[in-house]
């Protein structure tokens, strides 16, 4: 069980989720190794919650994120949304699913198609997966409009007619088209500016209470994420290395890689700056295709043991709610197990 | 940094349109400021703020047309950068000023190895001859931390991780020991950790060479932790200037005090809901006649309508472009 509290229910349950693409080399194109961008993940998305999934670029959270939605045939594990298994449900099939599961994604400019007007991007899930007659469509397509804050008059542009933040609302309110459960947010503000993100992540927060909507939200931007999630999951070279509730992570982050990685943060506050302790991390993140024995992180680590070079430490809850993949929390803490 | 010190950088009323077939834009209007030696100032605005374009015009670095530098004096070394011949500007541009630019990936060459990239200036600018500038380009190497210096002269941009590129980046702009360095967004391609690595090393440099800094970020989080002076520009125009404790801790401008208020933090208070700045920035194809914040500014009145602010003197080095004086809550004296 890896749920926080007994009482709320998973929506998306992920268990030891692979997805590895094959490198191919040489005259033969032989298959030669292969990138482990997500390489076993387990983690729970609770109705109505947001679960914050955040890294360095790299560390394959977008692929994590898109994987969940099956949007790749995964290597392995499994997936559940809404009851449902869907990690090895054939493409065919998973369309029918669809409706539950949207995706807002990156860059707004290269996410909508330039030559369709904002109407028909909006109602392309529509006439996909419903029913409805020309006119009702275009209600709906109204209303999605209102609720995302674009105004109605310009549902016959084109989007380059529109800002970046603007465009991002059109990518949310295609997104809500279909009524979803369950959105992936990949990275939706980091190509705003910052009088912009403010906006979108605002809008974010109403559509979710409005709608009932739970977010898995992607984003390298820890401070946004520590506004807008209920649970921080941090992850590593394809791991996730550390998971916790919003408040515990920022206030006492336990594995090393999550304390370099808030301490690198820059605070806007040049009073509060001076007091900040800053890891420096040394050198680079490994490759994903051949990452070091041990611990993911054994190369980089700043409290780095002989055991992490040798053998893997097991994500596993260390305290309540909170878990960790770390070596240096594996023997105090055969109670909580 | 000493504060009687004669500025190494002096730029004045500075202005820069771009033409287009939709008409003009007037990306910098009046921009002023002054560096003084061994200073870091931070500029920090959003994009079209015309940040970027102020430091690539007064290097001459902007193709004309459609970019035309209408106006201004930029004032280094006894010359203005604006008057001067090409041979002139081009001793100074990559010699005595340096400049690191945003992306590490598309400013270097990927058909040179970076050894020869760094030996470039050094060999044109300084007459150098290929065995000197190898030797030093090594120096350069092991200075901005890459390790393995003399192996690495040979190896190609891609052979370089964002970070170790930025590095080379900055080891090329130091090559010729510049009086100023200017940094265009530096450190905005990387992560956070790399980042950190980074503005390290800047701050080390800084010690250890004591050059002037312009520093261009949108990041207010960068600012706060590396620069001495900071100017916000806005809609292509000098908002707020003041030294850095006092930005963060007194802001006056408006726009200042909203995007202070917009970015959330890791350390601070977690407010509910982020206060946001409602519309959108300004389109600025016609020539400032009323403050370019106004549409947004929540303390706007008919003035700031009809009038485009002078830049304020509030004393100790700080001066606020606006009509509303936000010490006595009230509209300021003509």
């Known amino acids: ?337 | 940094m000493p504060d009687g010190a004669l500025p190494v950088l002096d730029v004045r009323d500075l202005k820069t349109v771009f033409k287009t077939r939709a008409g003009e834009v007037h990306a910098v209007n009046d921009v002023s400021f002054a560096l003084k030696p061994g200073e870091l100032l931070g500029v920090v605005g959003e994009s079209g703020s015309g940040k970027s374009v102020t430091m690539m015009s007064l290097l001459g670095l902007l193709p004309s047309p459609p970019a035309d530098v209408r106006g201004g004096t930029v004032t280094f070394g006894g010359n203005d950068l604006l008057k001067v011949d090409a041979e002139t500007l081009r001793a100074v541009r990559g010699g005595k000023i340096g400049f690191v630019f945003q992306d590490p990936m598309t400013s270097l060459n990927p058909v040179f190895n970076v050894g020869v990239q760094i030996m470039e200036p050094l060999r044109k600018h300084m007459g150098l001859n290929k065995r000197d500038a190898a030797k030093r380009a090594q120096e350069l190497l092991e200075l901005v931390g890459i390790p393995d210096a003399q192996r690495r002269l040979k190896d190609y941009p891609h052979q370089f991780s964002g970070g170790m590129r930025q590095r080379v980046m900055i080891a090329i702009a130091l090559a010729c020991d510049p009086q100023v360095l200017i940094a265009d967004e530096p450190t905005t391609a990387l992560d956070v950790t790399i980042q950190a690595q980074i503005l390290e090393l800047m701050k080390e440099l800084r010690s250890k060479l004591g050059m002037a800094v312009i520093w261009i970020t949108h990041d207010l989080g960068v600012i706060a932790g590396i620069a001495d002076r900071v100017m916000v520009m806005y809609g292509g125009q000098v908002v707020e200037h003041a030294p850095v404790k006092e930005l963060f801790g007194n802001p006056q401008h408006p726009y200042t005090r909203a995007l202070l208020k917009t970015i959330p933090t890791i350390h601070g208070e977690r407010a509910a809901r982020l206060t946001i700045i409602e519309g959108q920035p300004p389109i600025m194809m016609n020539a400032p006649s009323s403050c370019p914040f106004r549409d947004r500014c929540d303390v706007a009145f008919d003035r700031c309508e009809r009038e485009n602010p002078p830049r304020y003197d509030l004393g100790d080095g700080h001066d606020a472009a606006c009509f509303f004086d936000a010490r006595t809550g009230g509209p300021r004296d003509a």
């Open chain 1, 1 to 337: 069980m890896l749920d926080a509290s007994k009482d709320d229910q998973p929506l998306v349950s992920v268990r030891d989720l692979k997805m590895h693409f094959p490198i191919y080399a040489g005259l033969l194109r032989r298959r030669v190794g292969e990138v482990k961008a997500v390489d076993g993940v387990s983690f729970d998305v609770m109705e109505g919650e947001t679960l914050g999934l955040v890294g360095e670029s790299g560390c394959g959270k977008s692929t994590c994120g898109r994987a969940v939605l099956r949007l790749y045939d995964i290597t392995a594990g499994s997936i559940t949304i809404d009851d449902r298994e869907i990690g090895d449900t054939p493409q065919g099939q998973l369309r029918e699913m669809r409706p539950t599961m949207q995706m807002v994604f990156q860059d707004p400019q290269a996410s909508l198609n330039p030559r369709m007007t904002v109407e028909a991007i909006i109602k392309e899930p529509l006439d996909e997966h419903t029913s409805l007659t020309d006119a009702e469509k275009r209600e709906k397509v109204g209303e999605l409009m209102d609720a995302v804050g674009l105004n109605r008059k310009f549902a016959k542009r084109y989007p380059h007619a529109f800002s970046g933040g603007q465009r991002q609302r059109i990518g949310i309110a295609r997104a809500l088209a279909l009524n979803p459960k369950f959105i992936v947010c990949d990275e939706p503000i980091a190509a705003l500016d910052v009088s912009i993100q403010a906006q979108v992540v605002n809008l974010l927060e109403d559509l979710q209470e409005q709608f009932g909507l739970t977010y898995l939200f992607i984003s390298h931007d820890l401070s946004m994420v520590r506004h807008i999630a209920t649970r921080v999951a941090v992850m590593y070279l394809g791991k996730i290395v550390e998971l916790a509730p919003r408040e515990a992570l920022y206030a006492e982050p336990l594995h090393p890689y999550t304390q370099a990685l808030l301490s690198a943060v820059p605070e806007p506050d040049p009073s509060l700056e001076d007091k900040v302790e800053r890891i420096i991390l040394q050198g680079d993140v490994p490759s994903p295709s051949n990452p070091p024995q041990g611990c993911n992180f054994c190369t980089r680590c700043p409290a780095v043991m002989d055991i992490c070079k040798v053998e893997e430490p097991d994500y596993r809850e260390v305290r309540p709610g909170r878990f960790t993949a770390c070596h240096l929390y594996s023997d105090n803490n055969d109670t909580a197990g």
